[in-house]
């Protein structure tokens, strides 16, 4: 079992920034552990939940055209964070988010697909507004 923890988001202005962290408690699997996939996803009532940005076992990224070129994945392996670092954001980014992983990287076709995932984070609110 891998325990995931969540910190960041919170509130911002149309075309400001955010970021968002994901870890592993000490002496647990680590989140930057190579072998092990993240993704994050994000929830509204009107979408459900749908992944926005993933990263592999080899530590490639791969991003949802809704957030291509405005969020970037990047990690920490030294403080065992992974982050993601909203930029540009618009009023449709808010959302609830929250990162995933599991050992292994589920493939192209289904990494956004939530129901792949093994491990979750607790969620957090990002609110955008104009």
């Known amino acids: 079992q891998v325990q995931l923890f969540q910190s960041g988001g919170g509130s911002a202005q149309v075309g400001g920034s955010l970021t968002l962290s994901c870890t592993t408690p000490?002496?647990?699997?680590?989140?930057?552990?190579?072998?092990?996939?993240v993704a994050w996803f994000r929830q509204t009532p009107e979408k459900g939940r749908e992944g926005i940005a993933g990263?592999?076992?080899?530590?490639?990224?791969i991003y949802a055209d809704s957030v291509k070129g405005r969020f970037t994945l990047s990690e920490d392996k030294g403080k065992n964070i992974l982050y993601l670092q909203m930029n540009n954001l618009k009023s449709e980014d808010t959302a609830t988010y929250y990162c995933?992983?599991?050992?292994?990287?589920?493939?192209?076709?289904?990494?956004?697909?939530?129901?792949?995932?093994?491990?979750w984070g607790q969620g957090t609110q990002v609110t955008v507004s104009s």
């Open positions: 990263i592999d076992s080899y530590r490639h990224t």
């Open positions: 000490l002496g647990e699997s680590a989140v930057t552990h190579t072998g092990f996939a």
């Open positions: 995933a992983g599991k050992w292994g990287w589920p493939g192209l076709a289904t990494w956004d697909d939530a129901n792949v995932w093994s491990y």
